[in-house]
């Protein structure tokens, strides 16, 4: 089957590649041109760990191409992805202009039956309001709308994308659903749940998915704000926690608050499509500003940290939203550097893929090789993003380079105890802090 992905970011190219692994026939469009242009020449413009030899892979069996001309990748193709942004407007709601542009430009190339399927996360009734530009520019009914959300993670994309706990597949046409159910035959074999169901179901899912995990971070955040103020340790409450099976353990990690390009854009999404509705969605604004105050907290917490820290030196290690990946969308690293350089501090930092991308927003930042020569002369080091690397690190060589031993765990990575007897004053979320000990015999 041959497959056009429109949009080659995180999700489009995770997508195409994969399905073109499955073995379809696959072109990725995009309206960058650089972009396209590295991916012609077997560049990836992102980094997300197995990526790049799955793009090659695939280029290399014929089965995977790229370009900008959007028309005859969409003529020669039955299955249309749409899998371009939908970045949140001012007032939260998801901006549909590019599905729009999208589905006017599949309207004028419409040559025979296609299913359009959205693989971007849309508010619900944008199936319909895509159905409704495709007949207008087109003058046919010549094809079937789709809902396909996607929920892979950034950083463990592909992992995800071949083994997820369920595909979701939304269309009242047949034809489209056998079509879907064609292209993912790989995961059925595999015994991957499927849910098929209407158009608005499916948008509804992936929203109601999304709007769900937020709300079990600002929980677990909130419960270490509470385990801080009663002296209880927020790791064990959560392994407590996590433990009932109707609770599960994933997903309550304290940490410096939501980010990313999903959770923050698709709270606030949802939250205004109930208010389009007459509904308040009250636990979703709740879990917004809970998210909002966690990471204000992190400001203040690093301030209180620091003693101030106007004139002082901070190593930041961790700029990305989240490990294995470069993406910086909304990571809490971005206001928490920007507090510290407001404040009157100078940042030296290291992330092992973002520094690239975060070099465009500040030239006041010094961008280090390493954690070590991001601690070269600080005043105290704050871990924001937790990149396996920053688990093991040289304490005593930290200790040695760190003009104070300080280290504020914004992951809990390390443990209070130990950071206390390897010579650091050790603040971390929701848990009593670490503080220099005599080592015992
Ligand atoms: N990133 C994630 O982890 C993730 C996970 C699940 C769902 N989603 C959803 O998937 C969608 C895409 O997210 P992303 O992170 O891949 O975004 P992205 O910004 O990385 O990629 C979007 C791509 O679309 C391209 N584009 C825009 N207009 C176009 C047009 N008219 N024609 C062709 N290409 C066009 C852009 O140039 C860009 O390369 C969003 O709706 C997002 O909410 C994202």
């Not at 080659?8 to 072109?27: E, K, N, P, R, W």
Request: charged share 25%; with cysteine; hydrophobic share 40%.
């Amino acid at each position: 089957m041959r497959i056009c992905v429109v949009g080659s970011g995180y999700v489009g190219l995770v997508t195409g590649s994969c399905l073109a692994d499955f073995g379809m026939y696959v072109t990725g469009v995009d309206v960058d041109e650089a972009k396209i242009e590295a991916l012609q020449g077997g560049e990836i413009p992102i980094y997300e760990p197995g990526l790049d030899e799955l793009v090659r892979k695939n280029m290399d069996q014929g089965r995977l191409r790229f370009t900008t001309e959007l028309g005859p990748a969409v003529e020669e193709s039955q299955v249309i992805f749409i899998a371009v942004g939908t970045p949140p407007k001012r007032d939260g709601s998801a901006d549909l202009k590019y599905i729009r542009q999208v589905a006017e430009s599949i309207g004028h190339h419409l040559n025979a039956f296609k299913a359009i399927v959205t693989k971007s996360t849309v508010p619900i009734g944008t199936g319909q309001m895509i159905a409704d530009i495709v007949r207008e520019v087109s003058s046919s009914d010549d094809f079937a709308v789709v809902s396909n959300p996607e929920f892979l993670r950034e950083g463990s994309a592909i992992e995800d994308f071949m083994n997820p706990d369920r595909v979701v597949i939304g269309s009242r046409d047949r034809r489209a659903i056998e079509m879907m159910l064609e292209i993912y035959s790989p995961l059925r074999v595999a015994d991957v749940p499927f849910v098929v169901t209407d158009v608005e179901s499916a948008e509804l899912i992936k929203y109601a998915s999304n709007g769900f995990l937020a709300t079990k971070i600002s929980f677990v955040n909130e419960v270490a704000h509470l385990c801080e103020k009663l002296g209880a340790d927020i790791e064990t409450v959560a392994r407590g926690m996590g433990l009932d099976k109707r609770i599960g353990s994933k997903f309550l990690h304290p940490g410096p608050g939501y980010g990313g390009s999903c959770f923050p854009k698709d709270s606030r999404a949802v939250a205004q499509i109930a208010r389009d509705h007459g509904l308040r969605f009250r636990i979703m604004e709740a879990v917004i500003e809970a998210n909002d105050q966690t990471r204000d907290r992190m400001v203040d917490k690093i301030t209180t940290a620091f003693g101030g820290v106007d004139g002082k030196t901070v190593a930041v290690l961790g700029l990305s939203f989240k490990p294995e990946t470069d993406d910086i969308r909304e990571s809490a690293a971005l206001t928490i550097v920007d507090a510290l350089r407001a404040g009157g501090a100078t940042v030296r930092a290291f992330d092992p893929a973002a520094m690239d991308t975060c070099r465009e927003l500040w030239d006041d930042v010094a961008f280090c090789d390493s954690p070590y020569q991001a601690a070269k002369g600080a005043d105290g080091l704050v871990i924001v993003t937790e990149w396996n690397r920053f688990r093991l690190l040289d304490t005593e060589r930290l200790k040695n380079l760190l003009k104070k031993p300080l280290i504020v765990d914004l992951r809990n990575i390390y443990e209070p105890a130990k950071m206390g007897a390897a010579g650091f004053r050790y603040v971390s979320l929701g848990r009593p802090e670490g503080h220099p000990t005599e080592p015992t015999a």
